[in-house]
């Protein structure tokens, strides 16, 4: 769990402990001092990491689960490369160069040979994916329309958008009305994965 994950189910269990009922988002976001979407997104997040189970996708019945043996956490953790930066706002020069790893939850993030691109820019924020935050890759070659990839244009900036296939061209697509559709001929796109999954930077 991240940090904020962490003092929230803290303060989850607490009010489960002494009032036998979850709070409101209300009166969590009062009482944690932030917006009602951060506590909607925190539930979300520790629910997909099955810390607390909800009754139905809007009700305020929540219950913390069993917290899983450290050995068998530990056996679920893979690590995955960052292997560099690429730009969700105007393409960028694709460095190759070696970003470290970043360990994560291999039932949250199946699939073989995934990888980690850091994004840059705010091109894709209404997909939910915000400068700093990393994208996990699968690597793959194609994508089918309105899928969500990483590429290579003219084999040396790297972008991540929305993928379409024109008859004529190849249009990536923002998901920020700030930002334009650009159409590329196909021999300049290169796809390199389809974006799976965002890990959240917090502190931009």
Known sequence: MTEKQQQ???????YLEQEGRAPSLRQAAEDLGVSHNAVAQMINQLERKKLIKREGRYSRSIRVLPRVDEKEKTKRVRELPIVGRITAGLPMYAQQE????IMVDGELFPGKNLFCLRVQGESM?????????LVVCEPRQYAENGEIVAVLIQGEEATVKRFFLKESCIE????????????????????????TGVIRHYDR
């Open 172 to 195: 990536l697509r923002p998901e920020n009305k700030k930002f334009r559709s650009v159409c590329y001929p196909f021999s300049d796109i290169l796809v390199q994965g389809k974006v």
């Open 98 to 101: 070696w970003g470290g790893s």
């Open 8 to 14: 929230f189910f803290v303060y989850l269990q607490k």
């Open 125 to 133: 924020q209404d997909a939910g994916i915000f400068d700093g935050d």
